[in-house]
C-alpha cells in the first residue's frame, strides 16, 4: 500500500495548472524539474496544506485534518521561532510530549548547530536557519517528510551532513519527499524519481532507470542537462 496517493489532483492558479496521479512508498522519492514545474505546489497538496481538485489517499484512507498530523513540510525559506536554537528544539519536542534537553542537544549536533544552541534563532545565518528548521522537523517526528530544496543555502559540507539525516530518516522507515533541481543529489539519495515539467509527471521510476534508462525525451534531457534549470 503506497503511504501517499494521489489521484487525478490538479490545482489551477490561472497562468499555471499542475494536473497529475501519483504513489509515494517508503523510502526516499526526489521530485525533479525546472523552476515552475510544479514541485512546490505538489509538496503542498502532499502536506494538505492547499486546497485542489482531486482524490488524496493517506495510507488507504481519505486524507483528512487528522492526516496532517503525520506530516511535517520545511520549506525553502526556513521560518525560526522566537528565542534561541535550543528553545526552537525544545518547543518542537514538547509537541510530542518530550522536552528533553539532552534530546534536543543531540539533534542539534547531528545537524551542526550545537555550537550555537544559545544563540538567538533570529540572528543565525541563512545556512543556519534552514538547518535549524530541518532538527525541528526531526524533532516533531512525523511519518511523512516534505523538504524543498533542503540544501539550497548550504556549503558542501553542511548539506552532506542533512543528506546524511534525511538518509537516517529513510532507514528508521519514514517516508520522504525531496523537491529539488539538483541531478547530483537525486542520484545520491533517492530510491524513486519523479520528473514535472509545466505541471505534468512525465516520468515516474526507480532511481537508476530514470538516470540510465529515461523513457521519455524530455527525461533524458533533462538528466543529461540538456534543458537548464
Known amino acids: 500500500m503506497a503511504v501517499i496517493e494521489l489521484r487525478n489532483v490538479s490545482k489551477d492558479y490561472g497562468h499555471f495548472k499542475l494536473s497529475l496521479s501519483i504513489e509515494i512508498d517508503r523510502g526516499i522519492t526526489t521530485v525533479l524539474g525546472s523552476s515552475g514545474a510544479g514541485k512546490t505546489t505538489l509538496l503542498r497538496i502532499m502536506a494538505l496544506l492547499e486546497s485542489f481538485e482531486g482524490e488524496y489517499y493517506f495510507m488507504g484512507e481519505k486524507a483528512s485534518e487528522k492526516h496532517r498530523k503525520k506530516i511535517t513540510m520545511v520549506f525553502q525559506q526556513p521560518v525560526v521561532f522566537r528565542g534561541t536554537v535550543l528553545d526552537n528544539l525544545l518547543y518542537a519536542l514538547s509537541l510530542n510530549e518530550n522536552s528533553s534537553k539532552e534530546k534536543a542537544e543531540e539533534i542539534l ?3 551542526n548547530l550545537l555550537e ?3 544563540k538567538k534563532a533570529k540572528n543565525l545565518s541563512g545556512g543556519e536557519k534552514q538547518r535549524l528548521a530541518i532538527a525541528r522537523a526531526l524533532a516533531i517526528d512525523r511519518e511523512v517528510y516534505l523538504f524543498d530544496e533542503p540544501t539550497s543555502n548550504l556549503d558542501a559540507e553542511n548539506a552532506s551532513v542533512v543528506e546524511k539525516c534525511i538518509k537516517d530518516l529513510a ?3 519514514k517516508t520522504i519527499v525531496i523537491a529539488t533541481h539538483n541531478l547530483f543529489q537525486a542520484k545520491r539519495l533517492s530510491d524513486k524519481v519523479a520528473f514535472l515539467h509545466n505541471g505534468k509527471l512525465i ?3 526507480e532511481t537508476k532507470q530514470i538516470f540510465e ?3 521519455n525525451e524530455l527525461t533524458k ?4 542537462g540538456d534543458v537548464y534549470y
Open 116 to 118: 550555537v544552541a544559545k
Open 171 to 173: 532507514k528508521s522507515g
Open 221 to 224: 534531457k533533462f538528466v543529461s
Open 203 to 205: 516520468e515516474y521510476g
Open 109 to 111: 549536533e547531528k545537524l
Open 213 to 215: 534508462n529515461p523513457k
